[in-house]
């Protein structure tokens, strides 16, 4: 399945596709192949199988620049893309889960999202997406972010999104 692969070499990759169609069962069935909670995606054929005329080797979709899954990447789905506070939030909640979220040194780790939360939306959000950057580039073993419905971003996102091209492989779903 061409999506582990991109997943697995840490590329960039873009889901695109009519509403319905399967995009978001997709990124979860192969999240589940990623971590080794499931063995073989229970997918029809069709959502498995390229457009015709398509070869797999030029699927569209597939990002220009890498940032390759060091051992050990963590897989995470991130569903509130919109609005960005929510976006920067999730993210920031998913590294504080695994530890990896850098904080202030009179902040504890061990503290939890509830209290951090208050902190984390004290930064404003440009002191929210370089928080969210630092952390990720820092992070041992790396992230690959699973963003669904990536349709509904604004102009907004756009530089950050960028951004975190560099510091993680992402993966996205479009309409």
Known sequence: MELLRNLREG????????KGIGKSELILQAMGVFSGKITR???????????????PGNLPGNLSGSTPPRSGARLRLITRVTPMGDFLREIAQALHGDWELELPQHLSRSLPWDELKRWFTSLGRAGQEEAILRSLANAGGGYVLCLDSLDRITATHQAFLERLLSRATVCAATV
């Open 11 to 18: 590329r960039h990759t873009l889901l695109v596709g009519e």
């Open 41 to 55: 995606p229970d997918l029809p054929q069709e959502i498995l199988r390229p457009p015709p005329g398509i070869s």
